[in-house]
């Protein structure tokens, strides 16, 4: 079983729109919860942290439910700009040192039409 | 302030030769993690140093794959002999004790 499991999509969705993505996480012992975004042929970028009572930053709302070991990303009136991948990624504890390691999702892929 | 410098950008080789990735984290971070990202996928961790030391090299498959940070600072990642299946972009990625990671803008491989 894969550590993070997300819907690839892709989602296809007007400007203005409200768009959301899920993913689940296999290890209860996960420690720490993020949103990466991937633009083509480009690297990942941190988007947001995720925290157990749910955080906002402007367009973007992440939040996590760790009974169902499941995060959400809700973006309100989507832009063109945010058109891109958006990766699901959970740090889990592991061997060699307490940082644990980043587990990413395979991605969500959004485009965002005019 | 220089992001993570990778080289090169892109490689194409043929099976069964060697290749070697270089990467420069950014200034003071001492946590270095070279990724591989097949297409369609999200990238999965090879190895990561603490300083110099290669604290978590579970998933590096040490028959054909070895990397080095000598002196804690840059890293090489080197494959010896390919194989078809390595074509990946390869992501090197960098962090200030285990904050957020910036990744570099990666060394697409492909072997022919």
């Known amino acids: 079983r894969k550590e993070v499991e997300q819907d690839p999509g892709p989602f296809n969705v007007p400007e203005g729109a409200t768009v959301a993505f899920n993913c689940t996480y296999s290890n209860s012992a996960s420690q720490s919860f993020f949103w990466y975004r991937q633009d083509c042929r480009k690297e990942p970028k941190l988007l947001m942290s995720?925290?157990?009572s749910g955080n906002e930053d402007g367009r973007f709302t992440a939040q996590l439910n760790r009974a169902s070991q499941y995060i959400s990303l809700l973006i309100r009136d989507s832009k063109l700009s945010d058109s891109a991948t958006y990766l699901c990624v959970v740090n889990t504890p592991g061997r060699g040192s307490t940082l644990g390691r980043l587990y990413f999702g395979r991605g969500t892929q959004l485009t965002v039409w005019p | 302030e220089a992001g993570v410098v990778q080289s090169p950008r892109y490689k194409i080789i043929e099976k069964k030769q060697p290749v070697a990735f270089w990467c420069n984290p950014i200034?003071?971070?001492?946590?270095l993690y070279w990724y591989r990202q097949n297409l369609g996928q999200g990238p999965e961790l090879l190895i990561r140093?603490?300083?110099?030391?290669?604290?978590?090299d579970s998933q590096l498959p040490k028959d054909r794959f070895s990397a080095e940070r000598l002196k804690g600072v840059d890293s090489t990642l080197k494959i010896q002999p390919a194989e078809l299946g390595d074509s990946a972009v390869y992501l090197c990625?960098?962090?200030?004790?285990?904050?957020?990671?910036?990744f570099g803008p990666g060394t697409r491989l492909t072997v022919t």
């Open positions: 200034s003071g971070h001492n946590t």
């Open positions: 990625a960098s962090s200030y004790s285990g904050d957020e990671q910036y």
């Open positions: 140093y603490e300083n110099e030391e290669a604290v978590d």
């Open positions: 995720v925290y157990s």
